[in-house]
């Protein structure tokens, strides 16, 4: 069974950046992918940005490119996001999630590879 507990989410103004860290506990395997999501309300969730646990290049949302930046600590189970140049349409709920992926990193975004989420940090962006 695996866990995750997200942290770091605010209120920022645009502009500003936050940090957003997800401490899983439980078996993490090199083989698995783990993922930020967010979800607005009266939007679908969206993939933002995404890596496989035993390495290779981070995946990213267009929406994020150049302003996200998604890190992991092995030795601390921690997975965090580097959020920069925020702005108001960033606002959401940003969840952790993670799940055995493929070498297909196209697939890396999609909520249906991931089994185990967080409960949400929410972050807000205000203009």
């Known amino acids: 069974q695996v866990q995750l507990v997200e942290s770091g989410g605010g209120s920022v103004q645009a502009g500003g950046s936050l940090r957003l860290s997800c401490a899983a506990s439980g078996r993490i395997y090199s083989t698995n992918c783990m993922g930020w999501f967010r979800q607005a309300p009266g939007t679908e969730r969206e993939g933002v940005a995404a890596?496989?646990?035993?390495?290779?290049?981070?995946v990213y949302a267009d929406s994020v490119k150049g302003r996200f930046t998604i890190s992991q600590d092995s030795a601390k189970n921690t997975v965090y996001l580097q959020m920069n140049s925020l702005k108001p349409e960033d606002t959401a709920m940003y969840y952790c999630?993670?799940?055995?992926?493929?070498?297909?990193?196209?697939?890396?975004?999609?909520?249906?590879?991931?089994?185990?989420w967080g409960q949400g940090t929410q972050v807000t962006v205000s203009s």
């Open positions: 890596l496989r646990t035993g390495g290779g290049s981070a």
């Open positions: 999630a993670t799940g055995g992926c493929g070498a297909y990193n196209g697939a890396w975004l999609w909520s249906s590879v991931y089994n185990y």
